[in-house]
């Protein structure tokens, strides 16, 4: 079973431009999940996805980043403009509904 | 707000040494996650524990969960190097969008 994708894997930018990541969950897994992981510390959810739905948003910074799920599949996470702080390690997750997920393999986010 | 607590933040043990991580939550919780995190890379599944007394072994590895006390172990029997890593537990809300939320993580290194 082909586990989650995500690409690109490194990323470098300066500050104030965008980026955007993409993600391809395990096929049929309704629930998808997009995690910030700040070097030292434990995944933060930014956004969550029931099929095409966003169910939980809350602590993602709306004034810079937007996701998107297309047709409950593929989705899409971008930030715009990008700050020094957001270097990070964004993180998709995948999972059939109320199950255990499975994460993909991360992008690398440096902002200089 | 459903929080979740890990200690210790880094443990240095030599091989062959006993040691345990603990893990403390908030809130009820419907189910608790542990993962393990190599540098550089995304988090692998080791143990999920559903109910109160649960307790799962794997190799060296021992997980333990105690709901009334809000609290799960991870235990490490004879450590050897590859066990070095970074273990983070996890736990889901027993409502609401069932989004994971990761404690800070326990950075293991194993001394030969």
Redesign the interface.
Known sequence: EAGVAQSPRYKIIEKRQSVAFWCNPISGHA?L?W?QQIL??????LI?F?NNGV??DSQLPKDRFSAERLKGVDSTLKIQPAKLEDSAVY?C?SSP??R???????T?LTVV | ELKVEQNPLFLSMQEGKNYTIYCNYSTTSDRLYWYRQDPGKSLESLFVLLSNGAVKQEGRLMASLDTKARLSTLHITAAVHDLSATYFCAVTATSGTYKYIFGTGTRLKVLA
């Open positions: 629930t999940y995690y030292g510390q434990g995944p933060k959810l969550q029931q169910v939980d993180l997750a509904a109320r255990e997920a499975f994460f993909g393999q991360g690398r």
